[in-house]
């Protein structure tokens, strides 16, 4: 029997992040990435961010959609979970991949966050993504396009047997 509290018990539990994005598509199929200004390093990602505090995978994407799209999200179904380990100072991270689809492409970007946005053909998310989300990415396309349902992937690689 242990003498810790249920505060220091849950102390001690590791700490987690959680970020939404969502897998919009064009008519063609192409997928909606978004140029990012504060990632010089990696300036091209998917639509969406961290969640807040107390805040849904599902809540957090409507929000960053609305934020940074300046549009509103029908959020159709989850494609992808991903489980990231911690890469110091960042702690490990859950992944939320939604399907998405935009009331229209007039989109309002946050200049301070957004510098553009660009439809890419599936096939060509590796040449802008980092490989790491380019996997995800890559895993949600085949998930929307084989309605398979959601994808668990530790670090973007599909660890399940399944259509991924």
């Excluded at 107390?54 to 957090?60: G, I, Q």
Aim: net charge negative; charged share 20%; proline share 10%.
């Amino acid at each position: 029997m242990s003498s810790q509290s249920d505060e220091e018990f849950f102390a001690n539990l590791p700490a987690t992040r959680g970020a939404a994005g969502a897998l919009i598509r064009s008519a063609a199929g192409d997928v909606l990435l978004v140029k990012r200004v504060y990632a010089p390093d990696e300036p091209w990602g998917v639509p969406g961010g961290m969640m807040e505090a107390d805040e849904s995978p599902l809540t957090a994407c409507r929000r960053e959609i609305a934020e940074e799209l300046g549009v509103s999200a029908r959020v159709r179904a989850l494609l992808v979970v991903d489980w990231v380990p911690a890469l110091p100072p960042r702690t490990a991270a859950h992944q939320w991949l939604f399907r998405v689809d935009v009331a229209s492409t007039g989109f309002r970007l946050p200049p301070e966050e957004l510098s553009g946005w660009e439809w890419v053909p599936p096939a060509r998310l590796p040449d802008h993504l980092p490989a790491r989300v380019a996997r995800r990415m890559l895993a949600a396309v085949s998930a929307d396009d084989n309605q398979s349902g959601p994808a668990y992937l530790e670090h973007g690689h599909a660890v399940l047997p399944g259509p991924v």
